[in-house]
């Protein structure tokens, strides 16, 4: 496989259910991230992970957790979630300097009932 | 803090016709800038970026794009739309943020294809 892979595509949960989205990526980067699409608002960044540490938290609630235990994997497990998180999370990756550019996996589309 | 912002939400164009998406962008220094598709259900699929140099940049699937320094924009043009051009799309500016690129996205412009 080439580029970002997300697993699964899509996703319903109950709001007491434990999940875990993944992303792998095969490209050789070092940084990777989450991603929000919801509808009618643009992208919010969640969590970066620059050489398997977490740099940037941008003030996620705690059910999200991500975990990066390599820098070809990446997987954001939820716990409790709302139904307002449903959305769109997208990953991407990037080799690690200023002038990289983002490549994105398909997405899981996340559904909470 | 950078932003950007695309004011059309929603753009119809016929076949064939020519096309252009507006993208301004606010930062305080140089400013990497991109421009992402994304068809129904599909992940960002990068067009084309701009970092130093030639102001006017060429893409993927013919598309182009003029960094205007003196405006603050970044517009997607194409000389002639094809009916699988119809999807979503995002400029975006960069920064760096120590080791990475912070990128804040646009809130999309939705390209509608007639024949």
């Known amino acids: 496989e080439t580029g970002v892979t997300q697993t699964p595509r899509h996703l319903v949960m109950g709001m007491t259910n434990k999940k875990s989205l993944k992303c792998e990526q095969h490209l050789g980067h070092n940084a990777m991230y989450w991603y929000k699409q919801s509808a009618k608002k643009p992208l919010e960044l969640m969590f970066v992970?620059?050489?398997?540490?977490?740099?940037e938290n941008n003030s996620v609630p705690s059910r999200f957790s991500p975990e990066c235990p390599n820098s070809s994997h990446l997987f954001l497990h939820l716990h409790t979630l709302q139904p307002e998180d449903s959305a769109l999370y997208l990953c991407?990756?990037?080799?690690?300097?200023?002038?990289?550019?983002?490549?994105f996996g398909p997405g899981t589309r996340l559904t909470v009932l | 803090a950078q932003s950007v912002t695309q004011p059309d939400i929603h753009i119809t164009v016929s076949e064939g016709a020519s096309l252009e998406l507006r993208c301004n962008y606010s930062y305080g220094a140089t400013p990497y800038l991109f421009w992402y598709v994304q068809s129904p259900g599909q992940g960002l699929q990068l067009l084309l970026k701009?970092?130093?140099?030639?102001?006017l940049v060429q893409g993927i699937k013919g598309f182009e794009a003029e960094f205007k320094r003196s405006q603050s924009s970044f517009n997607l043009r194409k000389p002639s739309v094809h009916w699988s051009d119809a999807a979503e799309y995002f400029c975006a500016v960069g920064a760096d943020s120590g080791g990475y690129q912070k990128v804040t996205f646009g809130t999309g412009t939705k390209l509608q294809v007639i024949p």
């Open positions: 991407a990756s990037s080799q690690t300097g200023t002038t990289d550019t983002q490549y």
């Open positions: 992970y620059n050489f398997k540490e977490q740099t």
């Open positions: 701009y970092f130093s140099g030639d102001t």
